[in-house]
């Protein structure tokens, strides 16, 4: 009888052992089918159909994370300035990652916190406003084609659509401005010229004064934009090719013979150039409803949008300092 009662014992604990863990019993493959989310990897985009900006994840099934409008509450703009903010035509990534600055082709200027969609500080800059770009004191610059201009608003947040402003700064054609952070200058280029300022960081008197000329081996500048990681490289566009121009040298290197290019992008490893070629979808002859690589290949389509600018959404260390936060020239 020991024997046999010895063999049922044994019997009972194997039975018991492998009931000990049901869920891997019953479910093998568990551990292996939790997946997280894949790193973010967002783009900006400026959709002029829908009249708004979207961030769009691409890693993660093209969800669009975020969206600001002018004429939603939050953005807390004034019912007669929203107008300004038709065809919106650019929108970067500021003070950390923190605020985005956004222009219209309607005239509008905005920064926009990423948090609350609160535009907290807008203007008007008129004459198709293309680009804007955020100066160290706080001050915004903007740059508008139509009446080929720059112009510096001073930016307090206590102050909207009455900013105190310098007069217009001709120069033809103008269709970007980037600042470069460790040089201390500003880049514009429109026409066949691209052109390099000083700035003298006055809240009161604010001014800019032409350092150097260089003329493009095509005109019709279009987009301006710094390379990411590069110290001394902007892309530049025109009607028909990509450059990358390099500030120190002054060469315009071609990188690709391409018509109606109105944005390029570049980020870190695993992130490619991306462009907004116009095609006509989305219901403008100026707009796409596609992003790709240089080489054509596919990173965004949505038929719903109509695409002008797009960024991907990183921190911008050309021009700006790291760390840097929000801060207004009042004073």
Same mark, same amino acid.
């Given at each position: 009888?020991?024997?046999?009662?010895?063999?049922?014992?044994?019997?009972?604990?194997?039975?018991?052992?492998?009931?000990?863990?049901?869920?891997?019993?019953?479910?093998?493959?568990?551990?292996?089918?939790?997946?997280?989310?894949?790193?973010?990897?967002?783009?900006?985009?400026?959709?002029?159909?829908?009249?708004?900006?979207?961030?769009?994840?691409?890693?993660?099934?093209?969800?669009?994370?975020?969206?600001?409008?002018?004429?939603?509450?939050?953005?807390?703009?004034?019912?007669?300035?929203?107008?300004?903010?038709? +065809?919106?035509?650019? /929108?970067? @990534?500021?003070? !950390? =990652?923190?605020?985005?600055? $956004?222009?219209?082709? &309607? #005239?509008?200027?905005?920064?926009?916190?990423?948090?609350?969609?609160?535009?907290?500080?807008?203007?008007?800059?008129?004459? +198709?406003?293309?680009? /804007?770009? @955020?100066?160290? !004191? =706080?001050?915004?610059?903007? $740059?508008?084609?139509? &009446? #080929?201009?720059?112009?510096?608003?001073?930016?307090?947040?206590?102050?909207?659509?009455?900013?105190?402003?310098?007069?217009?700064?001709?120069?033809?054609?103008?269709?970007?401005?980037?600042?470069?952070?460790?040089?201390?200058?500003?880049?514009?280029?429109?026409?066949?010229?691209?052109?390099?300022?000083?700035?003298?960081?006055?809240?009161?008197?604010?001014?800019?004064?032409?350092?150097?000329?260089?003329?493009?081996?095509?005109?019709?500048?279009?987009?301006?934009?710094?390379?990411?990681?590069?110290?001394?490289?902007?892309?530049?566009?025109?009607?028909?090719?990509?450059?990358?121009?390099?500030?120190?040298?002054?060469?315009?290197?071609?990188?690709?013979?391409?018509?109606?290019?109105?944005?390029?992008?570049?980020?870190?490893?695993?992130?490619?150039?991306?462009?907004?070629?116009?095609?006509?979808?989305?219901?403008?002859?100026?707009?796409?409803?596609?992003?790709?690589?240089?080489?054509?290949?596919?990173?965004?389509?949505?038929?719903?949008?109509?695409?002008?600018?797009?960024?991907?959404?990183?921190?911008?260390?050309?021009?700006?300092?790291?760390?840097?936060?929000?801060?207004?020239?009042?004073?």
């Amino acid at each position: 009888m020991k024997p046999f009662l010895l063999a049922v014992s044994l019997l009972f604990l194997l039975s018991c052992k492998r009931d000990s863990n049901p869920v891997l019993q019953h479910h093998p493959n568990t551990p292996a089918t939790e997946n997280t989310a894949a790193a973010s990897r967002e783009i900006i985009i400026c959709d002029q159909k829908n009249a708004r900006i979207i961030m769009v994840d691409v890693a993660n099934g093209n969800t669009i994370t975020w969206e600001w409008k002018a004429t939603a509450a939050y953005a807390m703009i004034r019912t007669g300035a929203q107008g300004w903010f038709s +065809n919106l035509s650019e /929108a970067k @990534l500021v003070y !950390n =990652g923190s605020y985005i600055l $956004a222009t219209a082709s &309607g #005239g509008g200027v905005a920064l926009i916190s990423v948090a609350s969609k609160k535009a907290i500080w807008y203007d008007y800059a008129g004459g +198709n406003t293309h680009s /804007a770009e @955020l100066l160290p !004191n =706080g001050n915004i610059v903007t $740059a508008s084609t139509t &009446g #080929g201009y720059l112009m510096i608003f001073t930016v307090d947040s206590y102050i909207n659509d009455n900013s105190a402003q310098t007069a217009p700064i001709p120069f033809e054609d103008v269709h970007n401005v980037v600042w470069d952070h460790s040089r201390q200058q500003l880049y514009a280029a429109g026409k066949d010229k691209l052109k390099v300022f000083s700035y003298n960081g006055s809240c009161k008197s604010p001014a800019l004064t032409l350092k150097a000329t260089y003329t493009m081996p095509q005109g019709n500048a279009h987009d301006l934009f710094p390379v990411y990681g590069s110290t001394t490289d902007l892309w530049l566009t025109n009607s028909g090719h990509i450059y990358r121009f390099n500030v120190t040298t002054g060469a315009f290197t071609l990188v690709k013979t391409l018509s109606a290019v109105k944005s390029v992008s570049s980020g870190p490893s695993g992130y490619p150039a991306i462009i907004a070629v116009a095609t006509g979808a989305g219901g403008e002859s100026w707009r796409t409803d596609q992003l790709s690589d240089i080489n054509g290949g596919i990173v965004y389509k949505n038929t719903a949008l109509g695409l002008y600018k797009a960024r991907w959404k990183t921190v911008n260390t050309f021009s700006y300092p790291a760390g840097d936060s929000f801060h207004e020239c009042t004073h």
